[in-house]
């Protein structure tokens, strides 16, 4: 499948006993796991998989595979950090140098588990062949016969997609859970993955000693929702541009400038003689309206390439295309999401309960209307037999809980967090003032959730580091450090 249709759908992580830091594994672990290593991890860690169905009624057997970072001392060999990555469709174990990074205080003392959700990473993969870079940056997907594409892709994948939904995956993770012989976790979960850790919650809570959950869709919101979201944190981001002097005169018509941009690009625009972003090789630009969506999207997902959109704009005016295409390099190796299982968990779990108020809204949102237009023809031909039940339930549990939001997230906006506070009677919501999505990432909150994992208790969390989130100034030219003049020079002003 096109990488082109997956923005479209986009909605939005031992055969003996091995020693872990002069300890030994459990005897539960013995014969469970084997050495390997991952990417962007340069220690020597430790993998395994179990065989599990397919489908409920199939014979079909698929390996679901996890990894283990050992603690660096063992102080509760039976808890876990179990981390859910996101997407859906992100492979978690392809994510262990960032999980690593971020939960290196958590590591100390406790095992980080990951597991490659079934149809992710190297848990039967669905994915499809994808145009290369070159060929993206001139597509004409305002052309694409998604019907066709789709239909492609699903022959090709061969697979059952009604066995890869967020129910079946949770008890993929619980049975691996007993495997190890982990009698608590401690779920970690980022954007759809915190869907994964309310189920988690639900189904097996007496096994769950914390939740964390950092950018959170809550199982009553449809993810498809994340149209508005987008529009919300680029009325954000202009109205920061406006209340910070530096940026509003340089851009003192950035406002209407993106609106006109927004009209003028209609139908499309052929940039012939222009560098491929990574290779720099020659190429031509075919920017449509859905490209320049899906740009502006991803870079608002980013606190440092958000601060290169008022740039972007205003050059795009001037007809230089240089910053879009630094910006669309970042969409060529995209989110490396497996498409075939994004499908199967949204034409599942989120299409089928679009209500006429939810399409009306989409339709009326930036890049809404497209994802829409796209969803209603690929997943009757995914053909996924929706899967509900009591999935739209809110959450109620007094499970100790934290939830984390960035004030400028594009995807999981603080107020979808704040819907699930009353139903969670232990929680503490952290709002990140200048962050975007995914805070543990890029704030403090790798401390906070380090503090609340060794002692789960909302009401004992130092917050006083969330001061420290500074709001970032714009680039005003193409100079590297144009963002942190402006961030000088507004700090000045404060200080006046």
């Not at 588990?113 to 070159?134: A, F, V």
């Amino acid at each position: 499948m096109h990488s082109l249709i997956a923005a479209l759908m986009l909605t939005l992580v031992l055969t003996s006993a091995i020693s872990r830091a002069g300890t030994e594994t459990t005897a539960e672990q013995t014969g469970v796991l084997t050495p390997c290593y991952l990417p962007n991890l340069s220690d020597q860690i430790s993998c395994g998989s179990v065989s599990v169905a397919e489908t409920e009624d199939g014979e079909q057997t698929i390996d679901v595979h996890f990894a283990v970072l050992p603690a660096l001392r063992e102080k509760h060999a039976e808890e876990a950090v179990l981390v859910i990555a996101g997407g859906p469709g992100q492979s978690a174990m392809d994510l262990a140098g960032h999980f690593n990074r971020i939960l290196s205080k958590v590591r100390r003392e406790r095992d980080i588990l990951l597991i490659d959700q079934r149809g992710t990473g190297r848990s039967n993969k669905l994915h499809c062949d994808q145009m290369d870079s070159i060929e993206q940056l001139s597509f004409d997907d305002q052309s694409l016969d998604i019907e066709k594409e789709t239909r492609n892709c699903k022959d090709e994948l061969g697979a059952d997609l009604n066995g890869y939904n967020s129910r079946r995956a949770l008890d993929d993770f619980d049975l691996i859970r007993k495997k190890l012989g982990y009698k608590k976790l401690h779920v970690f979960g980022t954007s759809y993955g915190t869907r994964m850790v309310q189920l988690y919650m639900r189904h097996y809570p007496e096994v769950v000693a914390s939740g964390i959950m950092d950018g959170l869709v809550p199982l009553q919101q449809n993810v498809l929702a994340v149209g508005e979201s987008v529009d919300h944190s680029m009325a954000l981001l202009l109205d920061q541009c406006e209340t910070q002097s530096a940026c509003h005169q340089r851009y003192p018509n950035l406002r209407q400038d993106f609106q006109n941009l927004l009209g003028n690009i209609g139908g499309q625009t052929l940039l012939q003689g222009v560098k491929h972003p990574v290779s720099a090789e020659g190429a031509a630009l075919r920017l449509t309206r859905g490209k320049l969506n899906g740009v502006l999207r991803l870079a608002l997902y980013s606190q440092q390439a958000r601060t290169l959109l008022p740039y972007t704009i205003d050059r795009l005016k001037l007809g230089d295309s240089g910053p879009i295409l630094g910006l669309f390099g970042m969409t060529l190796s995209g989110l490396d999401l497996a498409m075939g299982m994004h499908a199967a968990i949204v034409c599942a779990e989120d299409w089928p309960r679009l209500t006429d108020k939810d399409r009306a809204q989409m339709k009326g949102s930036l890049i809404g209307e497209d994802m829409l237009a796209a969803l209603d023809i690929a997943c009757p031909v995914w053909n996924v037999a929706p899967k509900l039940d009591d999935f739209e339930k809110p959450l109620e549990s007094n499970i100790p809980s934290l939830l984390l939001s960035g004030k400028y997230d594009p995807a999981t906006p603080p107020a979808w967090a704040s819907t699930m506070e009353p139903q969670l009677s232990h929680s503490l919501h952290v709002i990140f003032p200048n962050a975007t999505h995914g805070v543990a990432g890029h704030t403090c909150a790798n401390e906070l959730i380090a503090d609340f994992i060794a002692n789960p208790d909302p009401e004992a969390l130092d917050l006083s580091c969330v001061d420290k989130d500074k709001e970032r100034g714009f680039f005003l030219n193409a100079n590297s450090a144009a963002a942190d003049q402006a961030d000088k020079a507004e700090e000045s002003k404060d200080n006046d």
